[in-house]
């Protein structure tokens, strides 16, 4: 019997985000619907973040279970923490090559289809976050409004998230699991780039 996904998990994690959203467009303030579109777009237009977000989703799948919702709702969270930090001007050593690292151990995660259990994969993913969020913090450019910045890297790392979870869904058997792990190596090959740069 052919899987059939579920748009389920797609409007569980979509919800809070329009509230978000909603939020961030309503402030009249100058730069805040900069401010949101700059905060979405960030994720999506470093491929350091990029690659890093879709393997989250890629590996959730990969999981199944609960780690279906968890991971793509814990990044986000510790990320938005790491974000307060880099705003508020609070050191994280190393972030560059955090953000690189999680690009090469995630994509290997899912090159190799490797397991592990809720508690060590939201940890390690948390882990990740942090570094993650650091930068857009730290990055976010002078006029823009921390909420509404902060509320389009959310939406726009969920984005992501579902969009690696929805094409791990979709390749759990036969020519689409090499491509899945294909898909892995690729990742890994990516951070490992940056990782280069970063030392």
């Known amino acids: 019997m052919p899987h059939r996904l579920s748009l389920k998990p797609a409007l569980i994690l979509a919800l809070p985000l329009a509230g978000f959203a909603g939020q961030a467009m309503a402030h009249t303030g100058p730069g805040s619907h900069a401010g949101f579109v700059g905060g979405l777009m960030h994720p999506m237009l470093g491929w350091d973040h990029l690659v890093a977000m879709l393997a989250v989703g890629l590996w959730a799948a990969t999981l199944g279970g609960r780690a279906l919702y968890a991971l793509p709702l814990v990044f986000p969270v510790v990320m938005a923490l790491g974000a307060a930090m880099g705003i508020a001007g609070l050191a994280l050593p190393g972030v560059e090559a955090g953000i690189a ?30 570094f993650h969020g650091h930068a857009h913090g730290t990055e976010m450019p002078g006029g823009y409004g921390p909420l509404a910045y902060g509320a389009g890297f959310v939406l726009g790392t969920m984005l992501l998230h579902l969009a690696g979870l929805g094409l791990g869904l979709a390749a759990r058997s036969g020519a689409g699991r090499v491509a899945l792990r294909g898909t892995g190596g690729l990742i890994a090959l990516t951070g490992a780039g940056f990782l280069l740069g970063a030392v």
Do not use: D, I
């Open 101 to 130: 690292a999680s690009g090469v151990v995630l994509g290997l995660l899912v090159a190799f289809g490797l397991r592990a259990p809720l508690a060590v994969s939201g940890t390690l993913v948390g882990a990740f976050a942090l």
